[in-house]
């Protein structure tokens, strides 16, 4: 009979599994490692776990036998299928309270329904974000759960004590009900697409029209990585553009342009549309990967459609050059979060979770690939109001934005003028543009759907009248032989 002395299991001895285990192991926990494939088991046994509190289990049977009451059972291993065939091994061995915790990246839908089905049962179950790749994993990542609450006081010590830390607080916090641990964690993913495509375009900018050598625009990135921007995903930028191959050249520019994703901004972006919110930069990443990925028609496409060609003195002032740009990229970082958060506000208010978002900036803070100084500017701001109604409401962000438009502004009319594609640079622009302006064309869209498909119009308050009633769906006959009957409203 095994005895029961591991704190928790883990299923999964991938990449991320394995560096999970070997830092829960750093903390004191003693692990129990589980893979289908026993060879995996052994081998990490005898190489990267050896001499740790790390044990094997041989099945699934030896696994839940191996682990404390109530048991606390990791799995990281792909999302979709395999999770729901995991938890059907699982169940049948499991007591009632232990816990099923599903670390991968998985959809929240799928997780609201495993947390459903599971809590019936008497199963505890928690869907975690984790971000922070390889590294993260071993040495801190960010966790985000969410899901059966009473799981929490039983996995709280464990997770906060492997997930990174800033400023001495864990970056991982109890997130909220059901699926909101991984819709969190897709949201992030969101985030994590926009910020990417908002560094791609400042690099595509100083190259095409600054003319910047790879080895400049890393000194770019070195310096930007001192002040607002500082980030880990500038980091590596400026990490990556001075990487050069064996021949001494960047080894970047021999890259295919062809974005791959598995799918977690394109939840976020769908997401964004089912709840009618305007979180147009990730769509806009989303798709600029996309674009990107059709490649053998661009290929046709640029022998075929002209442009601007972009002058070799294109930039007079280089310094002003950069700082614009820097701008650019800190605005439009700036509306990209504001962003994130209305749609995280819409999803909680939507589907009835009360979600922490001090807490949620804080998680995102240090240990995921997202990190920033910027973040705890957010965390700041949520701590100081965390009801606030909009990130550009907060006063340090709304002064931030109003510092940065003009070189914000500028950076998008020259891309514009020579031709160089901004498409995350001025989707955010004309967001801010939009959210500022208190009136929209949308009054003549509304005369345009009401005119040829009688689908009504409200009436501004000030301009009501006998013929015009305020806060009435009016048809209006605008051809004078159409009819007078209205179409059913359908409100998105
Ligand atoms: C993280 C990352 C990670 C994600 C990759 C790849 O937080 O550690 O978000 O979860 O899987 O970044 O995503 P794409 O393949 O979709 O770019």
Same mark, same amino acid.
């Given at each position: 009979m095994s005895k029961a002395v591991g704190d928790l299991g883990l299923v999964g001895l991938a990449v991320m599994g394995q560096n999970l285990i070997l830092n829960a192991a750093d903390h004191g926990f003693t692990v129990v490692a589980y893979n289908r494939t026993q060879s995996k088991v052994d081998r990490f046994l005898a190489n990267e =776990?050896? +001499?740790?509190?790390i044990i094997g289990a041989t099945s699934i049977e030896d696994l839940v036998a191996k682990l404390k009451k109530p048991r606390k059972i990791m799995l990281l291993i792909k999302a979709g299928a395999p999770v729901d065939i995991l938890i059907r091994e699982l169940v049948p061995h499991l007591d009632k309270g232990d816990i099923i915790i599903d670390g991968g990246n998985s959809h929240f839908p799928d997780t609201n329904r495993r947390y459903e089905e599971l809590t019936k049962q008497g199963i505890l179950f928690v869907g975690s974000g984790v971000s922070g790749g390889e590294d993260g994993a071993r040495f801190g990542p960010s966790l985000m759960p969410g899901g059966s609450a009473e799981a929490w006081p039983h996995i709280k010590n464990i997770f906060q004590s492997i997930a990174a830390k800033s400023d001495g607080e864990p970056? *991982?916090? %109890?997130? +909220?009900? =059901?699926g909101s641990g991984h819709y969190v964690k897709m949201v992030h993913n969101g985030i994590e697409y926009g910020d990417m495509q908002l560094i791609c375009e400042a690099y595509d900018i100083m190259k095409r029209? @600054?003319?910047? !050598?790879d080895k400049e625009i890393s000194e770019v990135f070195d310096k930007w990585n !001192?002040?607002?921007?500082?980030?880990f995903l500038i980091e590596i930028t400026r990490d990556i553009l001075k990487f050069d191959d064996v021949d001494g050249k960047p080894l970047v520019e021999k890259i295919m342009d062809t974005a791959g994703q598995k799918g977690t901004g394109k939840w976020t972006a769908i997401n964004a549309l089912d709840l009618g919110m305007p979180v147009t930069l990730i769509g806009e990443a989303v798709f600029s990967r996309c674009l990107s990925a059709i490649k053998d028609e661009r290929k046709r496409a640029s022998k075929l459609l002209a442009g601007p060609t972009v002058p070799k003195? =294109?930039? $007079?002032?280089r310094q002003q050059f950069v700082y614009d740009l820097e701008q650019a990229l800190y605005a439009s970082k700036i509306i990209s979060y504001a962003q994130g958060f209305m749609l995280i506000r819409e999803a909680a208010r939507s589907y009835g979770w009360k979600l922490n978002n001090p807490a949620i900036a804080l998680m995102w803070r240090? @240990? *995921?690939?997202?990190?920033?100084?910027f973040l705890a500017e957010i965390t700041k701001a949520y701590r100081d109001d965390?009801?606030?109604?909009?990130?550009?409401?907060?006063k340090f962000f709304a002064s931030a934005v109003t510092k940065a438009q003009s070189g914000w502004r500028r950076s998008i009319a020259l891309a514009a003028t020579y031709g160089v594609p901004t498409p995350a640079f001025s989707t955010a622009l004309a967001f801010y543009d939009g959210y500022r302006?208190?009136?929209?064309p949308a009054n003549l869209l509304q005369a345009q759907r009401d005119y040829f498909g009688a689908h009504t119009f409200r009436v501004l308050p000030e301009c009501a009248s006998a013929h015009l009633p305020v806060d009435k769906d009016i048809h209006i006959n %605008? !051809?004078? $032989? @159409?009819?007078n009957i209205s179409s059913s409203t359908y409100q998105a």
């Open positions: =776990a050896k +001499g740790k509190s970056c *991982c916090e %109890w997130v +909220g009900p =059901a029209i @600054g003319r910047f !050598t !001192t002040g607002v921007l500082d980030s003195n =294109a930039i $007079h002032d240090g @240990g *995921c690939i997202i990190r920033s100084i965390p009801d606030l109604e909009n990130l550009l409401f907060n302006s208190e009136r929209l %605008w !051809t004078g $032989h @159409g009819g």
